[in-house]
C-alpha cells in the first residue's frame, strides 16, 4: 500500500495561486489513479481533479480552468497547481491514490489552504 503526505498548505491572498504537493512512499504513484479532494468545513468532501496511470486528467467543474493536477513518478509525488483563488477555495485538500480496476484508496492527512486578505 501507499502512505501519503500533503504539504504547501497555508494563508493565500484572494485571486493568488498555490501548489500542493504529495509525496508517496511504499509503492509507485505510476500504479494508481491519483487525485486531489477538499473539504470545506460544514460540508461534504468534494473532488477536484484525478489523473489515471495513462495520463487521462479530469477536473470538477469548479476547478476547471485554474487546476493542473500532474505527477513526477521519478520523485513519486504529485502535485495540484491551483489559480484565481478565492476565499471559497479555503478548505483542507487532500490527496489520494486509488488502484485502478478496485475501490481501494489511500488518502493523506490534508493540508489546509486558506484563503482570504
Known amino acids: 500500500q501507499v502512505q501519503l503526505v500533503e504539504s504547501g498548505g497555508g494563508l493565500v491572498q484572494p485571486g493568488g495561486s498555490l501548489k500542493l504537493s504529495c509525496a508517496a512512499s511504499?509503492?509507485?504513484?505510476?500504479?494508481?489513479?491519483v487525485g486531489w479532494s477538499r473539504r470545506i468545513p460544514g460540508k461534504e468532501r468534494e473532488l477536484i481533479a484525478t489523473?489515471?496511470?495513462?495520463?487521462?486528467?479530469h477536473y470538477a467543474q469548479v476547478a476547471k480552468g485554474r487546476a493542473t493536477i500532474s505527477l513526477d513518478n521519478a520523485k513519486n509525488m504529485v502535485f495540484l497547481q491551483m489559480n484565481n483563488l478565492g476565499p471559497e477555495d479555503s478548505a483542507i485538500y487532500y490527496c489520494?491514490?486509488?488502484?485502478?480496476?478496485?475501490?481501494?484508496?489511500?488518502w493523506g492527512q490534508g493540508t489546509l489552504v486558506t484563503v482570504s486578505s
Open positions: 489520494h491514490a486509488r488502484v485502478v480496476g478496485t475501490s481501494v484508496s489511500f
Open positions: 511504499g509503492d509507485s504513484l505510476g500504479r494508481y489513479e
Open positions: 489523473l489515471t496511470p495513462f495520463h487521462f486528467e
